[in-house]
């Protein structure tokens, strides 16, 4: 995995797993790969992979079965749509919408582009 600095990693690999959650690749109710195996995976130390999945723990996305491991929440796919929205109406769109009124594009040329481009 290829890390960026603008957020910590711990981060950047709850992200990851979040996005594996909503693609599918870890079902609501189903167990999580290890600390150990996922750390292997992402070629992390384990306790970055621990906060990882801690902060997955404070935002119900995932729960530990003490003594069997991690396992997705049900509802975590909703949830992470449901805050990724908001970060999108809330940071993202004003930005975009900034960007398009500095630069003159309208929305109809978005639709335009979307149309023409449909993986935008």
């Known amino acids: 995995m290829t890390f960026k600095e603008q957020n910590p990693i711990y981060i950047q ?5 979040c996005d594996e959650i ?3 690749r870890y079902p609501e109710g189903e167990r999580l790969p290890s600390v150990r195996e996922y750390a292997i995976q992402v070629e992390v130390n384990v306790n970055t992979l ?3 999945y801690d902060w997955l723990s404070q935002n119900d996305i995932i729960f530990n079965r ?8 049900v509802g975590a796919a909703e949830h ?3 805050a990724r929205r ?4 809330q940071q993202r769109l004003p930005e975009m919408l900034q960007t398009m009124q500095s630069l003159g594009i ?4 978005v ?3 979307a149309t023409v481009n449909p993986a935008l």
């Open 13 to 17: 690999i709850a992200e990851r797993i």
């Open 22 to 24: 909503l693609e599918g």
């Open 50 to 52: 621990v906060r990882s």
């Open 66 to 73: 003490r003594g069997l491991g991690y396992f997705v929440s």
């Open 80 to 82: 992470i749509r449901e």
């Open 86 to 89: 908001k970060e999108f109406f």
């Open 106 to 109: 309208s929305l109809q040329e």
């Open 111 to 113: 639709e335009r582009a």
